[in-house]
């Protein structure tokens, strides 16, 4: 007869320790053979980066939101300028928008080029934003870095990396959700985790003046206040890139439009980035 013995319960301050054991590595095993893996394990970069240019974190606040493609807009629009993809190369949204591969940098960053647009993608699978890797210096003379974060809001400021230290210290940040009332409460939870941020949302969807009520009751009070101030932008959907996603042809003069409204409302200073409308 074989005797079972029941696990004796786990208690929280054992969860809490296995948690932080966990984020720090830890309990990380090695790929099996044969399955995919990465080429080397990157290391935690955390304060590895100090730009010299301008740095424009878009967050995305809900899945598949369209911040990859405004961030790339907004590039466009500022160009000469480069976007950082910040994200798992699993998971770019980026990987077919380059006209031409240029190859991996020493950092280990995949970049492209799309007319005056440099594009840095991850070129490896990464666990966490504490394992994007620091970005190698421009090509050419840029100044303003788009930063598309990639991460859950809450993920990113929670990890000990450099894509937190810019989210935290950028003097504005573009927060990108949709027209819909879970879209406007996950904005409203984001804004709320950037104090002392200036920062504008972008919705995609229908014009605000079409808003029906109910959508217009669930703005929080952060989001309404910025709504209030005109920092609240409705860009409307391309069907295009809804079905086909980003590629090499060029971006809707709409979604331009609406880059040059965000560069001129998240300009430093009141100053704007170089190459947008004045």
Do not use: Y
Request: glycine letters at 8%.
């Amino acid at each position: 007869m074989t005797q079972t013995t029941s696990p004796r319960p786990v208690s929280v301050d054992e969860l809490r320790r296995a948690w932080r054991a966990v984020q720090d590595g830890q309990f990380r095993t090695r790929a099996h053979r044969g399955a995919p893996s990465r080429s080397t394990s990157p290391t935690p970069v955390a304060g590895g980066w100090a730009p010299t240019e301008h740095v424009l974190p878009v967050v995305g606040c809900v899945g598949q939101a369209g911040a990859s493609t405004l961030a790339l807009a907004i590039a466009t629009a500022a160009s000469p300028a480069r976007v950082l993809e910040c994200c798992s190369a699993t998971a770019s949204g980026l990987s077919t928008a380059a006209t031409a591969e240029l190859g991996i940098t020493d950092n280990g960053w995949t970049l492209g080029r799309r007319e005056r647009v440099w594009i840095g993608r991850a070129a490896q699978v990464l666990l966490g934003a504490d394992e994007v890797p620091a970005p190698d210096d421009p090509v050419v003379e840029v100044e303003l870095s788009v930063l598309d974060v990639g991460w859950e809001i809450t993920h990113v400021l929670a990890s000990n990396s450099w894509v937190r230290d810019q989210v935290l210290a950028a003097p504005s940040v573009i927060a990108v959700t949709t027209s819909t009332i879970p879209g406007l409460r996950r904005v409203e939870t984001t804004l709320s985790l950037l104090p002392g941020s200036h920062a504008q949302v972008a919705v995609i969807g229908a014009p605000r003046r079409r808003w029906p009520r109910h959508l217009v009751a669930a703005m929080g009070p952060l989001t309404a206040a910025l709504d209030a101030k005109g920092h609240l932008l409705a860009i409307a959907p391309d069907r295009h890139l809804a079905l086909h996603g980003l590629d090499s042809a060029p971006l809707p003069p709409p979604l331009l439009k609406a880059a040059e409204t965000l560069l001129r409302q998240t300009a430093a200073g009141g100053h704007p980035w170089k190459g947008s409308p004045q």
